[in-house]
Structure formats: structure tokens, C-alpha cells
T-cell receptor, first 112, second 117 residues
Framework: EAQVTQNPRYLITVTGKKLTVTCSQN?????MSWYRQDPGLGLRQIYY???????DKGDVPEGYKVSRKEKRNFPLILESPSPNQTSLYFC???????????FGPGTRLTVL | AQSVTQLGSHVSVSEGALVLLRCNYS??????LFWYVQYPNQGLQLLLK??????LVKGINGFEAEFKKSETSFHLTKPSAHMSDAAEYFC???????????????FGQGTILTVHP
């Protein structure tokens, strides 16, 4: 079954404690992306990757890092989380940039 | 730069009534346009997409949207609302071309659709 998985699904942490949200896809897609969803703001792109070792900033990259060492994985790293990073995070993939994106189930992050 | 504006953060209709969710976009090059739906506590699911073929696009669950270049619009419609259509709907724009925006998908703010019995 084609799917995008994210872990963890829920996370409560404290300010400054480094964390990683993993994203994995089994569709052999080249393009992967991270979004955050906040009420009234829709989804905003954090980072995207067009292929292994190729990443670029989206609209709201501050405070986040990503890496793309393998085609199937695209982890999101928060080196020093702050309360304003409390949000719902989605990973998405597509076969081509500009094509339909397939979304993971989301990770709800709370930073205290 | 590209942007999307969804008119109306909340839309309420009666079951059986027409659904109209409005989306206007701004893009410096020919766009790809999408409508996604998000049911409570779920991820986003593609309803339909426009990628420069037919201007009237049919999607899943009876939804359709029409690309109007002159109005820079991509409104979503459904002739008869069903209770199961209650969800949040997002319009998004992208384009497939070279340049710094390559691969970027920009979403609107979302419209919550409520369907009354």
C-alpha cells in the first residue's frame, strides 16, 4: 500500500530540547516537503527537497532543519524548539514537483 | 511570487444545496491548481487538480472546479451537498518551471464547510 508515514504522531516537549520528526514514503517519489498548519493560516511550506541531497527553503524555514540522505526519508529537525513552533506538521511527497502531493497523517507538536 | 486567497473562512449550506467555495490565485507563470479536503483529525486528500488541460475539472465525490484565467479564479462547486462533505477545504497553487519557486506549493487559508440537515 502506497503511504507516507510520520513519527511520532503526537509529541509534547519543552523549550530547547532537540527533536526530530521522521517522514518516510514507499512510493519512490523524488519530491518531499514539510508543512505546518496553523488555524486561519492554512498550510505553510517549511522546506522541500527535489531529490537526495537537494533541499530548499519554503516560506517559514526559521528554526527548522532538514536532511535528505535517502530518497524515502525526509526528517524534520528542531534544534531548539520554542513555543511558537507548536503546530500540526505534515510531510508530503510527489513524483514531480508541481504534481499532486500525497500527505502523511500529521504530527501534532506542543512545545511548552 | 505566487499566492492564493480563499474567500470566506466558513461556509454553511443545507443538505442538498449548492456548494460554492471560492479561490483566487496569483502567479507570474501558468499555474497548476489544486483543491484538497481535510476531514477532522486527518491529513489532506486531493479532490481535483488543474494542470493546463481542460478548464473544467471533475474530481472525487461529485466536486468540480473551473479554471478561469481572466478572473484568476478556481472556484470549487458541488451541485448538492451531503452531510459527509463537512470538512475543511484548501485551494493550492504551484507551477512546474525553472526558477527559485520550482517545487513550491502555496496554500490558501482554508474554508470550513458546514452542512446542515
Amino acid at each position: 500500500e502506497a503511504q507516507v508515514t510520520q513519527n511520532p504522531r503526537y509529541l509534547i516537549t519543552v523549550t530547547g530540547k532537540k527533536l526530530t520528526v521522521t517522514c518516510s514514503q514507499n512510493m519512490n517519489h523524488e519530491y518531499m516537503s514539510w508543512y505546518r498548519q496553523d488555524p486561519g493560516l492554512g498550510l505553510r511550506q517549511i522546506y522541500y527537497s527535489m531529490n537526495v541531497e537537494v533541499t530548499d527553503k519554503g516560506d517559514v524555514p526559521e528554526g527548522y532543519k532538514v536532511s535528505r540522505k535517502e530518497k524515502r526519508n525526509f526528517p524534520l529537525i528542531l534544534e531548539s524548539p520554542s513555543p511558537n513552533q507548536t503546530s500540526l506538521y505534515f510531510c508530503a511527497t510527489s513524483g514531480l514537483a508541481g504534481d499532486e502531493q500525497f500527505f502523511g497523517p500529521g504530527t501534532r507538536l506542543t512545545v511548552l | 511570487a505566487q499566492s492564493v486567497t480563499q474567500l470566506g473562512s466558513h461556509v454553511s449550506v443545507s443538505e442538498g444545496a449548492l456548494v460554492l467555495l471560492r479561490c483566487n490565485y496569483s502567479s507570474s507563470v501558468p499555474p497548476y491548481l489544486f483543491w484538497y479536503v481535510q476531514y477532522p483529525n486527518q491529513g489532506l486528500q486531493l479532490l481535483l487538480k488543474y494542470t493546463s488541460a481542460a478548464t473544467l475539472v471533475k474530481g472525487i465525490n461529485g466536486f468540480e472546479a473551473e479554471f478561469k484565467k481572466s478572473e484568476t479564479s478556481f472556484h470549487l462547486t458541488k451541485p448538492s451537498a451531503h452531510m459527509s462533505d463537512a470538512a475543511e477545504y484548501f485551494c493550492a497553487v504551484s507551477f512546474n518551471a525553472g526558477g527559485t519557486s520550482y517545487g513550491k506549493l502555496t496554500f490558501g487559508q482554508g474554508t470550513i464547510l458546514t452542512v446542515h440537515p
